[in-house]
């Protein structure tokens, strides 16, 4: 009989070092529940845990994403998340409030990690069944009361009028803001407020991430 462990690790370094193996171990079950993507502090460890887990994946593996919102706040996220869904993985957005990482690893291991502090993340790491499978049937119940990450999306569609629409492809056109007023009728000054009013509907921090945004929902421009 395997010997059940629970154990606490400070920093990606050492939770590479210590449970690395267990990531690489995954077989037919990886899901991850999170506040956001920016669980793992250092880049490689992060990268590290990616290459483990689809090394070690086969097409029986099931790969589920539970987020919050705020996982979509960012641009990179998104597409990130586009990316991950594109490769095969589940992924849905829950308005619950989630911890700040929970990994389940085959019904078998399970890692929680802390909060951010000067000293590194703490992460604590158990084969426990009784553990793991308490927090598995949480997940569960999150999970099925989640909206998929395209119905998501779709349901947070900005509803712009057809004067925004009509700003939307002046700024698709790659026009100057004196050559988009005048083909709009507009005034300089009126257009530029129209711009500023499109930006905010979208939640954009540029005219081109503007144009990012309005494709990624899919408004016809």
Do not use: N
Not at 31 to 40: E, F, G
Not at 86 to 114: C, F, K, Y
Not at 162 to 191: F, I, M, P, Q, W
């Amino acid at each position: 009989m395997q010997k059940e462990e629970v154990f606490s690790v400070r920093g990606d370094a050492e939770l590479m070092a210590r449970a690395g193996h267990l990531f690489a171990s995954v077989r037919t079950e990886f899901a991850c529940a999170a506040r956001d993507l920016r669980t793992w502090s250092q880049p490689q460890a992060r990268a590290a845990v990616g290459r483990q887990v689809q090394a070690a994946g086969t097409g029986s593996l099931s790969t589920r994403k539970l987020l919050s919102p705020v996982a979509l706040a960012d641009e990179e996220d998104r597409a990130h998340l586009r990316r991950v869904r594109g490769l095969g993985a589940q992924v849905r957005i829950s308005a619950s409030r989630l911890p700040h990482e929970t990994i389940l690893i085959d019904r078998r291991v399970m890692i929680l990690a802390g909060e951010h502090t000067p000293a590194g993340r703490e992460y604590t790491v158990t084969t426990s069944p009784l553990l793991v499978e308490g927090v598995r049937s949480l997940f569960e119940a999150v999970w099925d009361t989640a909206a998929d990450l395209e119905d998501y999306l779709r349901d947070e569609v900005p509803q712009l009028d057809e004067d925004g629409r009509s700003v939307l492809r002046a700024l698709s056109a790659g026009l100057t803001d004196a050559a988009a007023a005048k083909r709009l009728g507009l005034s300089l000054r009126t257009y530029r407020r129209r711009v500023a009013e499109l930006m905010d509907a979208l939640e954009a921090g540029s005219r081109f991430q503007a144009g990012l945004r309005a494709g990624e929902l899919g408004i016809p421009r």
